[in-house]
């Protein structure tokens, strides 16, 4: 048997393949590309895509397609095969460096929020040579980034890659003027930790709910949950751990780093973390993630849900964004260092990250925002919608030194040392782990909490790199220009303190009083849901912001606005229009059967004896043809809403119509549904209950 180090990345054109297949002038001019970023020749091309296609065919590819992330979160493939006609009817497998460099698929169907008119159909794709290409099934995948041919971004990988080059050359200023001249870039990395459930497929299969939407639109709470807290880091189940053994295999021979695998919170709950890398190829990574666990699950007659929210009163799903910056010689910038001068470094690029989550509350709250997600963050169960920063005692103690002139004392662990400048020897703090807290430093990284299970991580580390980038921006043209560096350091670092002070906090973020205390004395903002933050992301300061850093145009932002608030409103949508068809197609008639049933046998009991009283048939045909009406009323109250909504002039309308009037009739029409379901005999109930959907797997 063959071990995990043999097969590890099997399917992918990675370095090792790269360098014993290309010649060595090509390797080196291939290898100059993907890490400085160097422009490239089609000779090169050419010699690149004859060496990938060989290495594809001999390992079973016939077909190969432009992977891209278009905007509906999800990725995109077009196979083409490599056969061309021969003469005398036979064929050859070819493929081009003008193949490999650029694709064309027919763009007309994928969303660009009116950035690419419906006559010009075509966008292209062009190659991430950054990203390996990789073999799904008989497909060699190369990973492209796609635009409309007025050179728009349409895909979520465009705006990345640009937030990665800003970030790289605004910290590079700053490393240069702390005397770093060996760094040639800055990378940022990503570790995405991937919560998930996992469902029998038979029970799925009778759910419209779950088939249609993703998660659950009604359900009584079973009699257990989560409460005996009994499953997180339990023992795994036979039925999930051969499917988290098949899942690694795969994931491994994509040179997917597939790390750790634990059950989560509630049950049926678990998650997958990977070892974190640079932040394109995370995010590769994880959309492929994402679609092999969905695939694997098949396999093993599971269904794998990667919705936020598939089962109310139970945790819901998210993926904490483990985000870091280093040099390419590997120093991490949050790092604190051992000299003061290295600690006065690491302080500045913390302050960068305060002054980014404080400036940019609004990008990072949009840059989750999902249907899904919305009933997530703010549960007591994921962080509020609120943003804040968690640093720790220890680093708080040092800020507040700094804050205040104050000489900073700090806790026993810590080292008070005074060095060549004002600032203090520290050490890092690697206890203090607060778990409510959206933003929070855990040591050498922060971990932004607040995205959903089946957001792709594009978007938030896109907003992440974008203001990090410009704090660092603002930082470096004043230190540039100071006459006293370490003066001019200090009182920066200062400065960032005392008016980004409010973002910090270290209690408790699931607290009702903590939210009050943010939003009333604090000013921090609380877009409770999509239709309240996404039309920010036109606000002036954010446009302003992401223009002139050159991440997005004004007319990508428009677009993605619109297709992120369509997202939303369509998502709803077709949830309320499933839930009108469960009602009344299925649960009311369900619950009419049982009633006349019971309401029958009454009779049939009276027939042979007219004194009985029959008080349970009669107290429950009482009380199930109330609901019944109830459930009749409220259907046709969503409905109504559903039709208000067709009627509004504009998206913004729209998704607060949404918000306001159709969530609301969804919730009241649950309500009766899921009171008759534990009032009904279990035979009668159309579908599987949250018992059967939550304990199914054995
Ligand atoms: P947790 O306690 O939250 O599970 P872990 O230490 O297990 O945290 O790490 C979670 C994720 O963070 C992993 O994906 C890991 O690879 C990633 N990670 C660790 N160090 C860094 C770093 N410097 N930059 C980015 N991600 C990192
Ligand atoms: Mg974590």
Redesign the pocket.
Known sequence: MSTVSDYFGSLVFDDRVMRAKLPAKVYASLRKTIDEGSEIDISVANAVAEAMKNWAVENGATHFTHWFQPLTGITAEKHDSFITPSPDGSVIMEFSGKELIKGEPDASSFPSGGLRATFEARGYTAWDPTSYAFIKGKTLCIPTAFCSYGGHALDKKTPLLRSMEVLSKEALRILRLFGNGSAKRVVS?????QEYFLITREMYEKRPDLRFTGRTLFGAKPPKGQELDDHYFGVIKPGVQAFMEDLNDELWKLGILA??EHNEVAPAQHEL????STTNIATDHNQLTMEIMQKVAARHGLVCLLHEKPFAGVNGSGK?N???I?TDKGQ?L?SPGETPYENAQFLLFLCAVIKAVDDYQDLLRLSVATAGNDHRLGANEAPPAVISMFLGDELNAVLEAIENDKPYAGTKKTQMKLGVDVLPKFNRDTTD?NRTSPFAF?G??F?FRMLGSSNSIACANIMLNAAVAESLRIYADRLEKAEDFETALHEMIKKTIKDHRRIIFNGNGYDDSWIKEATENRGLLNYRTTADCMPHLLDEKNVKMLTSLGIFTEDELRSRRDIMLENYCKTVVIEANTMVDMARTEIAPAVEAYTSDIAEAASAKKVLSPTLKCRYETELTEKLSALIDEITEKTDALESALVKVHEAEDIIEESAMIRDLLLPAMNELRLPCDKAEVLTAKKYWPFPTYADLLFGVK
């Open positions: 990395s990503v570790g995405p930790e790390k750790t973390a990977p070892i974190y904490h483990n985000w870091s280093a991490n949050l782990r855990t050498n990284k971990e």
